[in-house]
């Protein structure tokens, strides 16, 4: 069982405590088979991994937020998953974030952006289990103001990745995507294709009643 690291802890792991000016590497959750991550969600945590330790060779230290809850036929969130994974292939666990409540690709980034803009980011989450964090649902919808937040980037499946990005900028976030590879015959594709269309369709939908 994992328990709650003091700052001077989460420092000494990290070589310092994350800080609001640390670029930041969002990934998008998916499914858990077993308490260990799917194949596709995988691919998205080595995407992950292998940006994070290019940004490290630089000198940048990111925080890299894990996005998922209990999702489909789930019975366990992602996000603790998923951040257990990456502290096992080299990430340290004191810039590990977990927003383990989102269920949609939607809620992924209403919930990145409530968190982003919280006064107390990233102290109150950066190295602490998702019992231990703010609830995202709970806290407000702020705006991102140009200049005043930090490099995002946001990495989710490459089928995944143009829907991700058009509902990131409806939300007023600046991203920059990087795509998990998939296979050439994914499903995901097709399922993506229609999800597109569908949230076209609505979009159109709520412009022309609040016209």
């Known amino acids: 069982m994992r328990t709650a690291l003091s700052p001077i802890l989460r420092s000494t792991r990290c ?8 670029p930041v590497i969002a990934v998008l959750g998916s499914t858990v088979e077993g308490g260990a ?3 596709a969600l ?5 995407t992950a991994t292998n940006e ?6 630089s000198g940048l230290r990111p925080l890299v937020i894990c996005l998922g809850g209990i999702g ?10 998923m951040a257990n994974y990456l502290e096992s292939h080299g990430i340290p666990r004191a810039v590990l974030v977990e927003e383990a409540w989102s269920r949609t690709t939607e809620e992924n980034l ?11 980011f990233p102290e109150a989450w950066a190295g602490l289990p998702a019992t231990d964090v703010p609830d995202p649902r709970t806290l407000d919808q702020r705006t991102l103001r140009p200049g005043k937040h930090v490099p995002l ?8 990745l143009p829907r991700t990005k058009l509902l990131a900028k409806g939300l007023g976030l600046a991203v920059r995507g990087i795509p998990a590879p998939e296979p050439v015959a994914s499903l995901s594709l097709l399922r993506e294709a229609g999800a597109l269309i569908l949230w076209g369709a609505r979009t159109v939908g709520r412009k022309v009643t609040n016209y």
Do not use: F, M, N
């Not at 994070?52 to 060779?57: I, K, T």
């Open 37 to 39: 991550p799917s194949p």
């Open 15 to 22: 070589g310092k405590v994350p800080t609001s000016t640390d």
């Open 153 to 160: 980037t946001i990495v989710t499946s490459r089928s995944h």
């Open 110 to 120: 209403l919930h990145l952006r409530a968190i982003l803009t919280h006064d107390g």
């Open 52 to 57: 994070w330790l290019v940004a490290h060779r």
């Open 42 to 46: 995988r691919r998205r945590l080595d």
């Open 72 to 81: 489909g036929k789930g019975i366990q969130p992602e996000a603790p998953v």
